[in-house]
């Protein structure tokens, strides 16, 4: 395990290989540690209800998970996991001295620059990019494993996870005044989980259950000549293991949350046409609902314990925006259900 106090530890093993500069980005569960060349991750010792770190074979467990899945689509990325040795009360990555008390994923370092959300914050962002994304997100779903286990991606399960939202009605309400915010996308979710359970099952039944991506959003993908995709979900199969239709929808909810509005129903309409069309465009609305309110939840946790007031304040303002954006959707899904009965 390795604490806050003990990054600035590692840092001087890494300035001991003549490494000059290393910047850490902390989240709710690990280290990054940039080199320039190379970035090493380090997990945090925690247990959540969605991912348990919290002994060391089970870190290790993951990190080997977490090389192996991201290498399907990105293998020039991510490159070893390594041992965290302690010698002579210094820690050290990759040493051949001293005992282990924790692991490392190394990975190239991709320029920040090019990753996919500060592109479109820099007004970069080109129709064809986008086009050559879902191109590699279709690819990528069409060879990935099928998942032939019937608990996963079912309703009963989806069901759970979009009613842990409840867990956080309290500090949505305290900070944002939307509690009855909350409470209304747990409704609609809810009504369609119920309305639409037997589409759930055929699509089980279908084979577009398969072992996706689960995080695929525009800070998880670069744009190096071509798209590059990283950080897929390997602590929870749950989480990974999901419609495919989930997949697309969270990267379309991404890009809509940042204003591409006028790209995302082309792109969508792309994605379907590659795949069984039936109900696709409503399991979209419903997952992009369901997905930016996971966003939201993520920036509120990741705020919580910071302590950079300027860092705080940024996600708890994007935390806010995903919970308005799912609130967005929930409007969709209602106009949707009225038409259906009309």
């Known amino acids: 395990m390795i604490k806050r106090n003990q990054i600035d530890n590692l840092k001087k093993s890494l300035f001991l290989q003549g490494i000059t500069n290393v910047q850490v980005i902390e989240t709710h569960l690990s280290w990054v540690l940039l080199t320039?060349?190379?970035?090493?991750?380090?997990?945090?010792?925690?247990?959540?209800?969605?991912v348990d770190f919290s002994t060391l074979a089970k870190r290790k467990h993951y990190y080997y998970e977490e090389l192996k899945l991201n290498?399907?689509?990105?293998?020039?990325?991510?490159?070893?996991?390594?041992?965290?040795?302690?010698?002579?009360?210094?820690?050290?990555?990759?040493?051949?001295?001293?005992?282990?008390?924790?692991?490392?994923?190394?990975m190239v370092q991709l320029p920040h620059l090019s990753r996919l959300d500060?592109?479109?914050?820099?007004?970069?962002?080109?129709?064809?990019?986008?086009?050559?994304?879902?191109?590699?997100?279709?690819?990528?779903?069409?060879?990935?494993?099928?998942?032939?286990?019937s608990l996963y991606a079912s309703p009963d399960m989806i069901q759970g996870y979009v009613n842990n939202l409840q867990n956080f009605r309290i500090p949505f309400e305290k900070e944002f005044r939307l509690g009855?915010?909350?409470?209304?996308i747990l409704l609609a979710c809810n009504h369609f989980l119920k309305e639409n359970r037997n589409l759930f099952i055929q699509r089980?039944?279908?084979?577009?259950?398969?072992?996706?991506?689960g995080d695929l959003h525009t800070r998880n993908i670069y744009y190096i000549k071509k798209p590059v995709?990283?950080?897929?979900?390997?602590?929870?199969?749950?989480?990974?293991?999901?419609?495919?239709?989930l997949d697309i929808s969270f990267l379309i909810m991404d890009l809509e949350?940042?204003?591409?509005?006028?790209?995302?129903?082309?792109?969508?309409?792309?994605?379907?046409?590659?795949?069984?069309?039936?109900?696709?465009?409503?399991?979209?609305i419903f997952y992009k609902c369901w997905m930016s309110s996971v966003r939201a939840l993520v920036s509120m946790m990741n705020a919580k314990d910071l302590v950079d007031k300027k860092k705080r304040y940024s996600l708890l303002h994007e935390s806010k925006h995903f919970l308005k954006l799912s609130h967005l959707y929930v409007q969709e899904l209602n106009t949707a259900y009225k038409r259906r009965c009309a």
């Open 36 to 50: 320039g060349k190379c970035a090493y991750k380090i997990k945090k010792e925690v247990k959540f209800p969605f």
């Open 71 to 106: 290498q399907r689509y990105s293998p020039d990325v991510y490159l070893d996991v390594l041992e965290i040795k302690k010698h002579n009360h210094q820690l050290s990555i990759g040493s051949e001295e001293g005992f282990v008390v924790e692991y490392a994923l190394k």
């Open 118 to 149: 500060v592109v479109i914050e820099n007004n970069q962002i080109q129709q064809k990019m986008l086009f050559e994304l879902v191109d590699v997100v279709i690819n990528f779903h069409k060879k990935t494993k099928k998942v032939s286990d």
């Open 180 to 184: 009855k915010t909350v409470d209304q």
């Open 204 to 213: 089980q039944q279908k084979g577009f259950i398969r072992e996706c991506h």
């Open 229 to 245: 995709l990283t950080d897929c979900i390997e602590f929870n199969n749950d989480l990974r293991k999901v419609d495919i239709a």
């Open 257 to 284: 949350a940042r204003g591409l509005w006028k790209y995302t129903k082309d792109l969508t309409e792309y994605y379907v046409s590659c795949f069984e069309k039936a109900d696709f465009e409503k399991l979209i």
